[in-house]
């Protein structure tokens, strides 16, 4: 009977104690994972913590104004999509050729008008630059890297300008009316 109450007794295998470095990594001693010391007195730090000195990495907040660049980038960023408002200079011009040479007699009259609107669109386009560093630079402290959109405002006026040229011509309103239907 005894046989029969202790069947696990036959039936057990010799294991070998698991060998350091293969299958389970080696603990130290007083430490095992996922176990934490309950009901004993933890001993405090005897040494202190290290002290780091903060070297300067050139990122985070800036201590003073931003470096100043020189002449030659700001002159780059200002060429940056002045196709643009050459495109509008060219055809503005073209149409105040169109009214000045159809409107006969002395050109001096017509060339100031053409003067004082180049100047008016000089002043626009220092106008978007401004809106344009006060608003992207300074509130929302992005970095502007071209001219593009004073450049593009600019253009737009110069086109807005040849038009009104060419409406003042009276043979040019008569043939788009021609054209038109009108």
Request: charged content about 15%; overall charge positive.
């Amino acid at each position: 009977m005894a046989d029969q109450t202790q069947p696990w007794a036959e039936r057990t295998v010799e294991v070998p104690p698991p060998q350091p470095g293969v299958g389970v990594p080696p603990q130290r001693d007083a430490y095992r994972r996922g176990v934490a010391s309950v009901g004993q007195p933890r001993t405090p730090r005897t040494e202190p913590f290290p002290v780091v000195g903060q070297e300067p990495t050139g990122t985070g907040w800036p201590d003073g104004p931003a470096p100043r660049r020189p002449l030659s980038w700001h002159v780059a960023q200002l060429k940056r999509g002045g196709e643009w408002s050459a495109a509008g200079a060219l055809f503005a011009f073209v149409c105040w050729g169109i009214w000045a040479i159809s409107g006969g007699g002395d050109l001096a009259g017509p060339l100031l008008i053409f003067v004082l609107s180049l100047l008016v669109a000089a002043g626009l386009f220092a106008l978007a630059r401004l809106l344009g560093r006060v608003v992207l630079e300074r509130q929302l402290g992005r970095v502007r890297r071209s001219a593009r959109g004073a450049h593009l405002v600019t253009a737009v006026f110069l086109a807005g300008l040849g038009i009104a040229y060419l409406q003042q011509t009276e043979w040019v309103v008569s043939a788009w009316n021609w054209i038109s239907g009108n």
